[in-house]
Every structure is written in C-alpha cells, then in structure tokens.
C-alpha cells in the first residue's frame, strides 16, 4: 500500500531525513519509534505533504500513486489521514461544520454524492460512540479550548469519519492521561481493518500496549536503524535508545 | 423670498441658461461642480423650491470646506471639478445583451448564485426585466401601505410626501456635518425613503437592493429612514454583485431617525468595484451614516459587511440621545489587493441608562490596509452608560496593515467602557490543517474567515448572511498560497 524508498528530506536547508526505506502492507500496524528530534515527526508530515519539508531524494508510492506528486488535499482524498500532534484551532468554526465541508470533499473525489445534514449526523452518532464523544464538544470551535484529550480524542473522531486508507498518528499519546490514551487506543483499534493500515508515531512504549503493533521500526539521525517485532518496543522501554545510537554509531565506524 | 434672494437667483439662472449646460437631451450634465448644477440637478428632478434651497445651502458650505485628511487612506487628490454630478444611464454604453458583458463578471455572478434574469437586471440590459423589478417594488409597496408604511424613492418621497422629507432631512446628518455629507447634499441624485407610523412592526425586511438597481440611481443616494413610536423596521441596502463603474466617487448620506421604543436594524452588504489586481480603478467610497434614537428606549443596529470599494470611509453611527437607549455596530470590512478601509463607527450617549455595542472585524489580504476607528463619547448627562467594543483584526500574507484607532471620551464618571482587540494571522497551520482533511485551500480560507467573521454574519438576514459568506470567499480568492 505505501512503500517508500530512500526518502531524504530536509527543513530551510538542514537535511533531516536521510534515506528512509519502509514497506506498509493493508492490515498492518507500524510503529515508527525514535529519540526527539530523530526525524518520526517529519515523515509523518512529509507524508501529509507539509509545505515547509523539502523532499530531496527517494520515491514515495501510495497505492500505486506518486504520493510526493500530490497537494495535501490530494493525498488526503486519496486516503491519507494524519492525527496532528498539535491540533490545530480554528475559531468560529465548529467541528461539525468543518468535518462536513471536509466529509463531503472526500466523498465528491470517490465519486460519492454529498452527505445532506440527516445523514451526516447520523454518521457523526455512529463515530462518536467510538471515541466517546459528546456532541457538546463538536459544536464548539474546532479545538478551541479543548483540553489535551479532548483534541486527541477529535483527532480520532476525524478519523473515523473520513475513513482513510492510510492512518499516520504523530504523537498521539502525548499529553494524554490513561484513561484518554485507552479511548483513543480503543477508538483507533476498532477502525481497523484488513483494508487500512496504520502508522503510530510515538516516543514511549506506553500506547504500544494498547495499539499493539505488527513492526517497530526505530529512527535515528533521520534513518530506520533497527526494525523489529512488538519485543523491539518493550527493550527500547527498558533499555532507553543509547544503545542503538551506540550500535549505529559502531556500524558506521 | 427676500430681495437679495431675488437677484442671486436671477444671476444663477442665468448662468444655468447660458455656458456649461448643453446638452439637457442626454440626461447628464455637464462636467464639474458649481451652483449652476446644484440647480440643474433640482430642476431636473423638478423639486419644489425648499428643496433647491436646502441644496444650495449645502454647497456653499461645502465650498467653503475643504478635503479631509485625517483618514489612513491615501489616494491621488480627487478633482471634484473633472467629476459629473448627475448620470443617467446612457443607453448605448448598455450592453446589448448577456453576450456583450465582460465574461469574467458573469462568471462571478454565476459563482455567487445569482440568476440569469437577475444578471440580466444588475446589468440593465433589458428594459423589460428591469421593469419587472420595478413591479416586484409596487407590490410590497400595496401590502406596506396598507399598514401605513411609506417606502419609496427619495424623489418620489419628495414629490408625495414633502412635509416628512422636510420636516427630517437633514436632522441626524446635516449638510455641515462634513466635506462629504456637504457634497451629497448638494447634489443627490435619489436614494430611498421610508416611514414606519407607530406601532408598526415591518413584516418584511425593506430591501433597496431591487429599486436602486431598477432606477439606476447615481454615486449621490440619500437615504432617510423615519421610525415612529414602538416601531420596527429591518432595512437592507446592497450590491450584492461586483459592479463596475465608471464614475469613481461614491458619496451617500443615510439618516435614521428612530423614536421612543422604536428599533431600526440597518444591513449592508458593500461589494462596489475595488479596483483590479493592481489597484487601477474602482470605488473612492465616502459615505455617511448616522442615527439619532432620539426618544427612550430607542434601538438602532448597524450591521455591515464591507467588501468593495478602493477607498472605504464609512463610519456608521448612533447618537443615544434617549435614556435608555441601545445603539450597536457589528462590521466586516475586508480588504484584499489595494484596497484600503478607514472605517469604524462613532457612539454618542447622551442620555441616561444608555447602551452600546462594537464588533468590529478587519480582514486584510494582498497589500491592503484596513483600518479601524471608532469614537465612544459619554456625555456629562449620560448617567450610567455603558459600553463594549471588539476590535479583531486578521491578517492574510506578510504585505497588508491593520490599524486600530480608537477615542473614547468620557465626562461622566459612571459609565463602564469596554476594550478588547485581538490581531490574529490565518496561519499556514490552519490551512494545512483543513488541507489534511480534504479541504482545498480556497474552502479552508473560507471556511476560516467565515469562522472568524460569525458573529457579525450572525446579525444578518439569513439569506443576506448566506450571499455575504460568498462574497467573503469570492473577495479572498487566491490571496493565499
């Protein structure tokens, strides 16, 4: 479903990325670990194609597209979905407003007719129960005055209600309190399917217990270092990531 | 008439007999300003005699004025000698047919919504449909005056009804008032008038968006707007397409006068010609409004949407001259390009227990500069009063200015004045955020904006809300990304 090949990307000149290599597969899970500043983000908004990451080098292949050649609006119609770390605000604007303009975008780019108001909020009913949603919420400004959770948990409400091929969560759990990290886990975990994948962009191992992925993959210095199965997540837990700065920097040496 | 009166009427009749008019036929007069025209015009419109006066009066006053420069707008000094005074459309610059007109034009009407046969009638092109438009006026107008409500051109209201004009015009804004409410007084072309007898509430919302385009009144309206006691009236004036114009001076005058617990609520939606991509053409628009609730409990509303115009100079005002009465402004003015918005409102309380309300909200794009300023003056008698105002502003881009000006003087140490303003930026981050969503970058800035303008899109009409959000969005296009 999305493959990407020695991606090099960099911000204002500074290289950040470095050749990534990574192959998602429909049904998967991913989790893309690393110490700050290694890069986690970045792919994640490379994907979304945040204006600001100049992409240098490498191939990205969604679905057979050349994602890169995409504008963001593109690459979101086509199933690309990303959980913002830092949700953004926007006054005025209610979160019901503002998911059925984006809702119905969506659909007239797969050929489906606009949602009229009953079916859409029959479908908003439906989602909400997912992440435990109250409609007082969303008819508020879009994260205007939410509390940390409350973004996060919308974040996952858009994402039920734009059902994307291609799920990128930057930072989810940051911020989040337990109960919030297990709805929000909860929430994500039934939208899963054999058709979607999912690629969770975290510091800690901590929301890995509740979104138990298929691979680890861990970043440094702007390359996947270390792959490996959910045990990868638990050492990285136990041991902290000098180790394999250590190995990498063995390896080059 | 005194002796005097006699003979400087003679003297300028004669001049209007002789020299610059020529040529009557084409209903336009000459070019320039002098009292001469001030008489052509009052001639042309037969208008009785105090009327001519009242015009004259205006125009030796605004002789003697000059030009203000105390607005944040900057602009190659007007020659009001090289400007005509009265137009009436010249049937040959009409275009034949929906084929003759610029097709960018219809192109924007058709992303506004607007109907053929209203295309059709915004550009005067058939006689008949502007008929028709004319027809829809006389029908309101049966089923108002059955209620004893007068709506009707200013011209008409002169002829039909001279001891309300007389007795009102004038009064809330007079032809001292300033350079250019002097200048309106001299030379309106027409306008709109309307009385609402007491006790009346207005069962629908008075539009002069149908008349004034029917009419082809000139850049000069006037409106006089009369509410009696424990009246109701909601008046909306617009141009709710782009109109080009030729004639680039747009000076109206609007008087409210509202009694003892009447409400007046007063909606514009402003898109004149802004001038293009470059900032060639378009409006100087220098308007004054005003409202006076002169008797208790009085309430006027000001709600505006400003999209057009180069220049915009526009305060709209109340004077809370009633003890407990309310006055209340809400505006969006945007502006995009080169345009440039000097434009606030100026609320006077004068008596007791009086209330008013700002909310202001500025947006400009391009290398605009949209300016706010607002007067809230309290009177020593003005026990009690009370006031809040907003002033946001948002940016779009690196190249445009917003500026905030706002007075406030206070001679009574009871009254409670308020200040909030905020300046905010559409952020990329918004725009990528919506984009991530599916959102294009036009529907995001949209959907912003409008966000952003809500409260006062909010005090509007429904349907006037409606075409005011699309305006907003039309007037942004492409000033992001």
């Given at each position: 479903m999305l493959s990407i090949k020695n991606l090099h990307a960099s911000v204002e000149g500074t290289p950040i990325l470095k050749g990534i290599n990574l192959e998602v597969n429909p049904g998967e899970v991913h989790a893309i670990m690393g110490p700050n500043g290694s890069g986690k983000s970045t792919l994640a908004s490379v994907l979304a194609g945040r204006?600001?990451?100049?992409?240098t080098e490498g191939a990205v292949s969604f679905k057979g597209i050349d994602l890169l050649e995409l504008s963001p609006e593109e690459r979101a119609r086509e199933g690309v979905f990303l959980a913002f770390q830092y949700p953004v605000e926007i006054p005025g604007v209610s979160t019901t407003n503002f998911l059925r303009t984006a809702v119905n975008q969506v659909r007239e780019h797969r050929g489906l007719e606009a949602l009229d108001a009953v079916k859409f909020l029959s479908l908003m009913k439906e989602k909400m129960k997912l992440v435990e949603i109250d409609q007082k919420l969303l008819s508020?400004?879009?994260?205007?005055?939410?509390s940390g959770g409350e973004k996060k948990r919308n974040e996952i409400f858009q994402l039920a209600m734009l059902e994307p091929t291609l799920s990128i969560l930057d930072?989810?759990?940051?911020?989040?309190d337990i109960d919030a990290l297990r709805i929000v886990a909860n929430g994500v975990n039934q939208l899963k399917t054999a058709n979607n994948a999912t690629i969770v962009v975290t510091h800690y191992q901590r929301l890995l217990d509740y979104i138990v992925p298929d691979y680890v993959h861990v970043i440094f210095n702007g390359r996947i270092v270390k792959s490996g199965s959910k045990d990868l997540a638990l050492e990285l837990e136990e041991k902290g990531y000098d180790w394999i700065k250590e190995e990498v920097a063995g390896t080059v040496l | 008439m005194s002796k005097d009166n006699e003979i400087l009427e003679e003297l300028t009749s004669k001049e209007y007999e002789h020299g610059w008019f020529v040529d009557y036929e084409t209903d336009e007069s000459a070019t320039g300003l002098n009292e001469g025209i001030v008489r052509w015009i009052s001639a042309k419109k037969e208008e009785p005699e105090w009327l001519l006066d009242w015009r004259l009066k205006a125009f030796r006053t605004w002789e003697a004025m000059t030009e203000p420069t105390w607005p944040n707008v900057h602009y190659?000094?007007?020659?009001?000698?090289?400007?005509?005074?009265y137009s009436a459309p010249k049937q040959d610059n009409k275009?034949?047919?929906?084929?003759?007109?610029d097709p960018e034009l219809l192109q924007i009407y058709e992303r506004l919504g607007i109907s053929l046969k209203e295309q059709q009638r915004l550009q005067g092109v058939a006689v008949d449909v502007v008929l028709d438009s004319v027809s829809v006026g006389t029908t309101f107008k049966e089923s108002l005056s059955k209620l004893g409500i007068i709506f009707c051109s200013f011209s008409e209201a002169v002829t039909e009804h001279p001891e309300l004009v007389k007795q009102y015009l004038g009064t809330v804004v007079p032809y001292t008032d300033n350079y250019y409410a002097a200048l309106n007084s001299a030379v309106f072309s027409d306008g709109s008038f309307c009385y609402i007898p007491k006790g009346v509430r207005c069962p629908m919302e008075l539009s002069t968006y149908f008349r004034i385009n029917a009419a082809n009144t000139g850049q000069f309206e006037r409106t006089l707007i009369i509410a009696e006691d424990d009246s109701y009236v909601s008046y909306l004036e617009g141009c709710t397409a782009p109109q080009r114009d030729e004639n680039q001076l747009h000076a109206a005058v609007v008087e409210i006068y509202a009694k003892k617990n009447a409400e007046v609520k007063y909606s514009t939606v402003q898109n004149w010609f802004p001038g293009d991509k470059d900032g060639k053409g378009g409006i100087y628009n220098f308007v004054t409004k005003r409202g006076i609730c002169a008797g208790d409990y009085a309430k006027i509303s000001w709600t505006q949407v400003e999209t057009g115009s180069a220049i915009t100079w526009k305060y709209p005002s109340v004077?809370?001259?009633?003890?407990?009465s309310i006055g209340e402004f809400y505006s969006v003015a945007v502006t995009n390009n080169f345009q440039q918005a000097d434009t606030g409102t100026k609320m006077i309380h004068l008596g007791k227990n009086t209330k008013s309300r700002i909310v202001s909200k500025g947006i400009s794009a391009g290398r605009s500069q949209n300016s706010y300023r607002g007067l809230v003056q309290v009177a020593k008698r003005a026990t009690n009063a009370v006031n809040f105002s907003q002033c946001d502003s948002l940016l779009m881009g690196d190249q445009c200015g917003a500026h905030t000006f706002p007075y406030i003087d206070i001679h009574n140490s009871t009254s409670r004045v308020e200040h909030e303003a905020t300046t905010s930026k559409i952020g990329e981050d918004q725009i990528f955020y919506c984009n991530q969503r599916g959102i294009s970058t036009e529907d995001a800035v949209a959907l912003i904006v409008n966000g952003y303008a809500k409260e006062v899109l909010n005090q509007l009409p429904m349907e006037f809300a409606v075409e005011a959000q699309k305006l907003l969005a039309l007037t942004l296009e492409g000033s992001v990304g």
């Open positions: 204006e600001e990451y100049e992409v508020r400004s879009l994260n205007e005055g939410f930072e989810t759990d940051s911020g989040l | 190659p000094k007007i020659d009001f000698q090289a400007v005509k005074y275009p034949k047919s929906l084929k003759d007109v004077i809370l001259k009633g003890d407990y």
